[in-house]
């Protein structure tokens, strides 16, 4: 089971992505193979961190949806970031960047509608999950 540190570290990687995608944009001293090294430590502490969490979890489907849920994120910016502020004088880039967001999109549609039939089918017959937090 992973620690205080690492439940904290785990919840700062979206956040860290955005500030990563919005520094490669913003900031010119970061070079696109200085941007490329932070990408890689980026994905490689999430990927190491999700690692160390999943040890030891009993339950593996919501092991593998926190997993995806996650991943989401992480990949979400590592794609973005590459691409940089989309405009109509890059439309490759731009469609790359919305062929990004779409996959987020329909990733967190699925873990969500998992989650929830998860939630709904662990209630007992003629129980509804909302009736069953209330109790």
Do not use: H
Not at 6 to 28: K, Q, R
Not at 29 to 47: H, K, Q, R, W
């Amino acid at each position: 089971m992973a620690g205080r540190a690492t439940w904290i570290a785990l919840s700062m990687m979206w956040p860290v992505g955005l500030l990563l995608v919005v520094a490669n944009m913003e900031v010119a001293e970061i070079t696109m193979p200085v941007f490329v090294l932070l990408d890689i430590a980026y994905l490689a502490g999430s990927l190491w961190l999700l690692r160390r969490v999943c040890k030891g979890r009993t339950n593996p489907e919501n092991s593998r949806l926190a997993i995806i849920l996650v991943l989401n994120g992480v990949v979400l910016f590592a794609i973005v970031g590459f691409t940089g502020i989309p405009n109509a004088g890059e439309p490759d880039l731009m469609m790359l960047n919305t062929a990004a967001l779409l996959g987020t999109a329909l990733v967190l549609l699925y873990v969500v509608t998992s989650l929830l039939w998860i939630r709904r089918s662990s209630c007992p017959p003629g129980q509804r999950s909302w009736q069953a937090s209330r109790s």
